[in-house]
């Protein structure tokens, strides 16, 4: 089974500095999905990036990016010039590629970032 | 457009009470999911199904019931509520082709 490891449970920046969040993961499959979501305090789960395993280019989604290691089984989410409204708990998840059936999720237990002026 | 829609939004109810929780999607995404939600675990899945008339066990799934006879509804049934079963419940959808998952917005359910 996949297991997913956060390890910072909660982290403070102020705000337009940059900050990462840090997650490692473990897996036996070669090609998987890596993703990072955001839950504001409205609860909402929001997808914020998302990496396929054999693309070795980092995603990057405007003040958001990442850096896979592979090999480390690692994946942070870097976030510049932090905003206030960047303030939620974050979630790092992990699937399987398998084609014509379902993704089945495994969260990590999140970071709670706190962005301050 | 609301995508996906659960109800209610928050719920309180007490032990040994049937409760089902209700998850509506218009895109007719194939894949549906339940997950629930609670502090030091994350998200963690109970059930999910593939198509109408096909579901299929998650991780946590026990004390739990689904069906799906339209692929546009999912719902989740707790046939004999147990406090342990508090927690937030998200429902999500998932196109085929790897897809990304849409969550709604979940309930909070409260069992005292």
């Known amino acids: 089974a996949q297991t997913v490891t956060q390890s910072q449970p909660e982290m403070s920046v102020q705000e337009a500095e940059t900050v990462t969040l840090s997650c490692t993961y473990d897996?036996?499959?070669?090609?998987?999905?890596l993703f990072w979501y955001k839950q504001p305090p409205s609860r909402q789960m929001i997808l914020v990036i998302r990496q396929e395993a054999y693309k070795q280019q980092n995603a990057t989604e405007n003040r958001f990016s990442v850096n896979f290691q592979k090999a480390a089984k690692s994946f942070s989410l870097k976030i510049s010039d932090s905003q206030l409204g960047d303030t939620a708990m974050y979630f790092c998840?992990?699937?399987?590629?398998?084609?014509?059936?379902?993704?089945?999720?495994?969260f990590g237990t999140g970071t709670r970032l706190q962005v301050t002026l | 457009d609301a995508g996906i829609t659960q109800s209610p939004r928050y719920k309180i109810t007490e032990t040994g009470r049937q409760v089902t929780l209700m998850c509506h999607q218009t895109?007719?995404?194939?894949?549906m999911f339940w997950y629930r939600q609670d502090l030091g675990h994350g998200l963690r899945l109970i059930y999910y199904s593939a198509a109408a008339d096909i579901t299929d066990k998650g991780e946590v799934p026990d004390g739990y019931v689904v069906s799906r006879s339209k692929t546009e509804n999912f719902p989740l049934t707790l046939e004999s509520a147990t406090r342990s079963q508090t927690s937030v419940y998200f429902c999500a959808t998932q196109g085929r082709g790897n897809q990304p998952q849409h969550f709604g917005d979940g309930t909070r359910l409260s069992i005292l």
């Open positions: 895109w007719s995404h194939s894949y």
């Open positions: 897996t036996s499959e070669n090609n998987y999905y």
């Open positions: 998840a992990f699937s399987e590629s398998y084609t014509g059936t379902a993704s089945k999720l495994t």
